[in-house]
């Protein structure tokens, strides 16, 4: 068998649904913030997700829930958004075979940037008329994910 790095992998898949499932966000400044202001540039982005796989439907969907601070402390919350994507995987069963029933980072790793994709722009549309208005939501490395591997020599 290939070394499972450099194996390929064929991924066979259709979009069955994107969806925004909530949204909250601040109107108005929070009084902590109505004196000094918003500094757009200090908004902090958490991103929480749950995966889900149904090998009998052969469909994974990917749930990722977002919530928008104005500090890095995480303190003042301005926000979030809960979002969804289900997928249609065409060779679910291969892969499950291949990869001794387990789903490659890989493969989970770019449903889920479709996912962050589209939820950067329900962001957009979504924050217009907000104090979120003009913020922009970061561009993620999906691979922040999944847990790295230790070297166990």
């Not at 979030?80 to 980072?105: A, C, R, V």
């Not at 962050?116 to 104090?131: A, H, M, N, Q």
Request: charged share 25%; net charge neutral; glycine share 6%.
């Amino acid at each position: 068998m290939k070394d499972k790095l450099l194996q390929e992998i064929s991924l066979t898949f259709k979009v069955m649904d994107l969806k925004l499932i909530d949204f909250h966000a601040q109107t108005s400044l929070p009084e902590k913030l109505k004196k000094k202001g918003l500094n757009k540039d200090n908004i902090q982005f958490e991103f929480n997700l749950g995966i889900h796989v149904n090998p009998s439907k052969k469909l994974i969907r990917i749930d990722l829930n977002t919530n928008f601070y104005a500090d890095s402390e995480k303190s003042i919350l301005l926000g979030d958004l809960s979002s969804s994507g289900e997928f249609e995987i065409f060779n679910l069963e291969d892969i499950l075979k291949d990869f001794e029933g387990k789903i490659p980072n890989v493969i989970i790793a770019n449903l889920i940037g479709i996912v962050i994709s589209t939820t950067r722009g329900f962001f957009i549309l979504k924050t217009i008329g907000t104090v979120l208005d003009g913020v922009m939501m970061p561009i993620i490395n999906t691979d922040i994910f999944f847990p790295k591997e230790v070297d166990k020599k």
